[in-house]
């Protein structure tokens, strides 16, 4: 009840609202009047068709306003536990057109996926990657669970995929109705008319409810798991993107391979001056003389000594032998040696040898330039 009136949903998914002196007019002339379930919906007065079944509310401040009414309600079929509507149709007068802004934005109607589908409708994926084309689906039906002091609302389409014959979950924000180009243009599309809209032709919809009944075993589980599912892209989208995951992946391990043979290669190249390197002395020459070894002493006579004679003294031992120095030219090849190695690859014992070469020349060059003088 809104403003002193009734609104009432029609089988068709109309939405009005009618004072209370209208609506007794209505029903005493006949113009309006309740229909047994039994024989169905009524529609251009014709019966059979699909009943009003519920309203849909959107919480507008702390009221309720009616958005829109689902259509059919599928006895005995239930998705994750719900039930199955055939249609959800939009009340338009309950979203006026969005005032025209310089920068395109979304309008409260499409953030919310409140728009009209009905089962056999081909339907878009609004969230297709770059390259991506969206699959051939149609609805098959709509899940509206309303929203309660404890739970949140949910609304989710019942979808099939036409290629691979696949049912699954989707938001109806992600989903949106494809324009027929024989009965309208891209320009004056709209999504919530009817006569605007492609839609499969009554023997394939009459398959897809068969092949329902036997695939719908699999769409079963708490709400909380029908949400995770809805999220996700249709199922030749998800392989598809599975797919070019896996051969991005392969991508970059190949080019890490390739990465690490230019590398061995490049080092490989560098390998001979290294050898080189490493044929120099590494240990440089030092002043320092191993210690003196004693010569080997000769037996001395075995015959006595004469008498009052004094004894003979020991041989002289041997001088000891010295290292030569090396020469100054030979101090610098083995610095040259050291340094290239060290280019390739520097170790601390090396660099310690370095220095203690270098000192040594200097300390011979400065003695050279002294004697000069």
């Not at 084309?133 to 609304?155: N, S």
């Not at 040594?360 to 003695?367: G, Q």
Request: glycine share 6%; with cysteine; aromatic share 6%.
């Amino acid at each position: 009840m809104a403003g002193g009136g009734f609104e009432l949903g029609f089988d068709d998914g109309d939405v009005r609202l009618y004072g209370k002196a209208d609506l007794r007019e209505f029903f005493d002339q006949g113009t309006i009047k309740a229909l047994a379930t039994t024989e169905g919906g009524l529609v251009a007065n014709e019966s059979g068709h699909p009943s009003a079944a519920d309203f849909v509310f959107l919480k507008d401040g702390k009221k309720h306003k009616v958005v829109g009414l689902l259509v059919g309600k599928a006895e005995g079929q239930l998705v994750f536990n719900l039930p199955i509507h055939l249609a959800f149709v939009v009340y338009s007068s309950s979203f006026p057109p969005a005032p025209v802004r310089r920068t395109a934005t979304k309008s409260l109607q499409d953030r919310l996926g409140f728009r009209t589908r009905r089962r056999g409708d081909i339907v878009a994926y609004l969230h297709c990657e770059e390259g991506e084309e969206t699959p051939v689906v149609a609805v098959y039906g709509v899940i509206y669970l309303p929203e309660t002091d404890t739970e949140q609302g949910r609304k989710f389409l019942v979808l099939y995929e036409l290629e691979s014959t696949v049912f699954f979950l989707g938001t109806w924000t992600a989903w949106r109705r494809v324009p027929n180009l024989a009965k309208c243009t891209v320009d004056n599309f709209n999504c919530d008319d009817d006569k605007h809209v492609d839609t499969m032709a009554d023997e394939p919809i009459t398959a897809m409810v068969s092949e329902f009944d036997t695939a719908c075993v699999l769409l079963t589980g708490s709400v909380a798991k029908a949400v995770a599912l809805a999220a996700e892209p249709p199922p030749s989208l998800k392989l598809q993107r599975a797919e070019d995951a896996r051969a991005s992946k392969e991508e970059q391990a190949k080019e890490r391979r390739e990465q690490r043979a230019a590398i061995s290669k490049a080092k490989r190249h560098k390998q001979p001056s290294a050898s080189r390197a490493r044929a120099q002395p590494t240990d440089p020459p030092t002043r320092r003389s191993p210690p003196s070894q004693p010569a080997p002493r000769h037996s001395p006579p075995r015959h006595p000594p004469p008498r009052n004679s004094a004894p003979s003294s020991p041989p002289p031992r041997a001088p000891a032998q010295q290292d030569t120095p090396p020469s100054m030219v030979q101090l610098k090849r083995a610095l040259c040696g050291l340094k290239q190695a060290q280019a390739v690859e520097a170790t601390a014992e090396r660099a310690r040898q370095m220095g203690e070469l270098q000192y040594d020349l200097d300390r011979r060059e400065a003695k050279r330039n002294r004697m000069a003088r």
